[in-house]
């Protein structure tokens, strides 16, 4: 038998989980929008600003009509920041489990998550280790989900590069983008984790999505600069924007390595964080 | 955008020939979805709808109580091998993400047009849409052939049929950029 306070805490981050899900796959938050607009008013090419008037006017009809803006709605990465009184359980895993099967259900998400091997779909989008959860602790309990859709993720690439050849971070980005092509639904944010391990810079290339895509750093602007030269396009189709923002998350590494991540995201670049209230 | 769209109605005939790359279209009538399973059964046993002048869509949607709630479009490529019998029945266009092959190029040639239609925006597609009916339900939500009236969904022509690819015109030049780009900075990968 649970504590009584175990099970309040249990009920309120399954539910902060599944409203989190269902405003992450509807609505995309603010600095997501304003990138968007200023590019769709920036673009001169008269195919690609067609197609930024479709996405603009998705925008209003998922918002409006309450469905997701995608068909695509993702596999549940979930990131939960824990303050000092809650103890990290098994039962918090299972709270976000919860909400994710809930969301599935109710808003409703298309069931994505199958067993590697067997491709046998789960139906709930949980499975062995999804949700995937990351852990931080923080002053307030906040769950914040991101929704990641499967044409971005399969053209994210990683890399181990030379630890003297600091110059080729930013090729192996615009390269990464050039085999991409209209894929990952360009245009796109790009999430660039340098540094730690081999899994860190990944890990750190998916977390950079959620950092605010309205300001750039000088060298995140040059790698962002580079990648729009090549003229990709929204869609392929080719035009201005191939990629919205760039953003970057490093990491202290070994002298003798250099990983490099990139985590493709399409333009509609999906999370929300909201407060568990207990 | 100074142009208006091209406004057609399925079935298509001869006016889809007078289409170029690049041209906005508002495409009104039925369509079918159709993604791999339903192209493989469609080549073994017959298409099950008058293939003449009709217009298949790469889509696996998202059906709740007979209406269409989420319908953008999948990643064409996958039908690349799956879509010159259907071509050669008298489809006379296709619509999807991210462009075709060259082969599918050559097939649509004096024949039809392959549409884009944005990534991501299902949303505004089902907002044009209505259920009419569906094929080879067993097959599954995203895999079966759904009857599907269109009321003006803004697409553009991505494939004409004169061998004109915006999709392989934009690879070539990022392909010529990258190259002189990677030329005055070396990538360093080992």
């Known amino acids: 038998m649970k504590p009584p306070d175990d099970i309040a805490t249990h009920a309120a981050l399954a539910d902060a989980t599944f409203r989190a899900y269902r405003e992450a796959v509807i609505r995309l938050p603010p600095d997501v929008l304003k990138v968007i607009r200023r590019a769709a008013e920036a673009e001169t090419s008269p195919v690609a600003r067609g197609e930024f008037a479709n996405i603009l006017k998705n925008i209003e009809v998922a918002d409006e009509?309450?469905?997701?803006?995608?068909?695509?709605?993702?596999?549940?990465?979930?990131?939960?920041?824990?303050?000092?009184d809650v103890p990290l359980t098994q039962s918090l895993y299972d709270a976000v489990a919860e909400g994710v099967r809930r969301a599935t259900k109710e808003v409703p998400l298309r069931p994505n998550v199958v067993e590697p091997l067997t491709r046998h779909n789960t139906k709930d989008n949980t499975g062995a280790g999804i949700p995937a959860i990351h852990v931080r602790p923080g002053d307030k309990f906040m769950v914040t989900v991101l929704p990641k859709g499967a044409g971005a993720e399969n053209s994210s690439r990683t890399a181990m590069l030379l630890p003297s050849h600091v110059y080729g971070i930013e090729g192996f980005v615009v390269e990464t983008m050039l085999h991409a092509e209209g894929k990952p639904c360009p245009p796109v944010f790009l999430g660039v984790g340098i540094g730690g391990t081999f899994d860190l810079a990944a890990a750190l290339a998916k977390e950079a999505l959620l950092l605010p895509v309205d300001t750039m750093t000088a060298f995140e602007q040059q790698i962002c600069t580079s990648v729009n030269k090549l003229g990709i396009g929204p869609m392929g189709l080719g035009g201005d924007f191939t990629a919205l923002a760039v953003k970057v998350k490093t990491a202290g590494c070994h002298t003798a390595s250099l990983p490099v991540a990139v985590n493709v995201q399409c333009w509609a670049n999906r999370h929300a964080t909201v407060e568990v209230k207990r | 955008m100074s142009t208006r769209p091209v406004q057609l109605r399925t079935p298509l005939g001869e006016e889809v020939l007078a289409l170029h790359a690049g041209d906005r279209v508002e495409l009104s009538g039925i369509v079918y979805t159709a993604r791999d399973e339903a192209h493989l059964r469609m080549q073994e046993k017959g298409i099950p709808f008058d293939p003449r002048g009709a217009v298949i869509y790469h889509c696996g949607p998202v059906i709740q109580d007979n209406k269409v709630i989420a319908a953008g479009p999948t990643t064409s490529a996958r039908m690349n091998e799956l879509s010159g019998f259907l071509i050669e029945k008298g489809v006379r266009g296709l619509i999807g993400k991210g462009g075709m092959g060259e082969n599918v190029r050559e097939q649509l040639r004096g024949k039809g047009v392959y549409f884009a239609f944005t990534g991501g925006c299902a949303a505004l597609a089902s907002s044009h849409m209505f259920l009419k009916g569906v094929f080879y339900e067993d097959l599954g939500m995203a895999e079966a052939i759904w009857?599907?009236?269109?009321?003006?969904?803004?697409?553009?022509?991505?494939?004409?049929?004169?061998?004109?690819?915006?999709?392989?015109?934009?690879?070539?030049?990022?392909?010529?950029?990258?190259?002189?780009?990677?030329?005055?900075?070396?990538?360093?990968?080992?």
Do not use: M, W
């Open chain 1, 65 to 84: 009509l309450g469905v997701p803006l995608c068909q695509d709605t993702g596999i549940p990465v979930v990131y939960l920041t824990i303050p000092p």
């Open chain 2, 147 to 190: 009857v599907i009236e269109l009321d003006r969904l803004p697409l553009v022509v991505g494939i004409d049929a004169h061998g004109n690819d915006i999709f392989e015109a934009a690879r070539i030049n990022a392909g010529k950029v990258f190259r002189s780009y990677s030329a005055t900075t070396c990538t360093g990968r080992q």
